[in-house]
T-cell receptor, first 113, second 110 residues
Framework: DGGITQSPKYLFRKEGQNVTLSCEQN?????MYWYRQDPGQGLRLIYY???????QKGDIAEGYSVSREKKESFPLTVTSAQKNPTAFYLC????????????FGSGTQLSVL | LAKTTQPISMDSYEGQEVNITCSHN???????ITWYQQFPSQGPRFIIQ???TKVTNEVASLFIPADRKSSTLSLPRVSLSDTAVYYC???????????FGKGTRLHILP
């Protein structure tokens, strides 16, 4: 089945530690996105990428980094500079033509120890 | 990108029709209107998309008046499982940056 896979489902970070969230898609979509969701809030855009080896900052990119070395993969690193990383992180990909339609993964819940 | 305004929350009862209205006064000529549904601890799911008049699928209907400054998502005969957050987005199909608002928290009561 085609889809987006995020891992791990739960992740714990210690103070001063960098952690990486995985996002893989086999939908052959060019565009991929990372969103952060805090409890009871909407989604906020962290980073997005329209093509391999290119990505842009969203509204809350500080303390995060991404890479896009392969079309299928768009990992997100939460760095130690992100002082309040506890949140639900969602990865999405988009059909690049015809419709603005996002497909989401099942999310990663990141918590600080 | 056009900004959208939705009610923060709504309550309804099982079996009722629910209408959620989204205001988007600054919608551009080439913008589409898209609605997503999100259950707790899951990613949002595409429900419906439209440009003008009415669109219907197996899940919902989307009504868009001629001036396109608002739109209404209609959920027929809701059940408890329709309790979720519903997001209205407005943008062109070539927009790279896709922004979500706060959505409408719909609570269906028995």
């Amino acid at each position: 089945d085609g889809g987006i896979t995020q891992s791990p489902k739960y992740l714990f970070r210690k103070e001063g530690q960098n952690v990486t969230l995985s996002c893989e898609q086999n939908l052959n979509h060019d565009a991929m996105y990372w969103y952060r969701q805090d409890p009871g809030q909407g989604l906020r855009l962290i980073y997005y990428s329209q093509i391999v080896n290119d990505f842009q900052k969203g509204d809350i990119a500080e303390g995060y980094s991404v890479s896009r070395e392969k079309k299928e993969s768009f990992p997100l690193t939460v760095t130690s500079a992100q002082k309040n990383p506890t949140a639900f992180y969602l990865c999405a990909s988009r059909v690049d033509f015809g419709q603005e339609k996002l497909f989401f993964g099942s999310g990663t819940q990141l918590s600080v120890l | 990108l056009a900004k959208t305004t939705q009610p923060i929350s709504m309550d309804s009862y099982e079996g009722q029709e629910v209408n959620i209205t989204c205001s988007h006064n600054n919608i551009a000529t080439n913008d589409y209107i898209t609605w997503y549904q999100q259950f707790p601890s899951q990613g949002p799911r595409f429900i419906i998309q439209g440009y003008k008049t009415k669109v219907t699928n197996e899940v919902a209907s989307l009504f868009i008046p001629a001036d396109r400054k608002s739109s209404t998502l209609s959920l027929p005969r809701v059940s408890l499982s329709d309790t979720a957050v519903y997001y209205c987005l407005v943008g062109g199909v070539r927009d790279d940056k896709i922004i979500f608002g706060k959505g409408t928290r719909l609570h269906i009561l028995p």
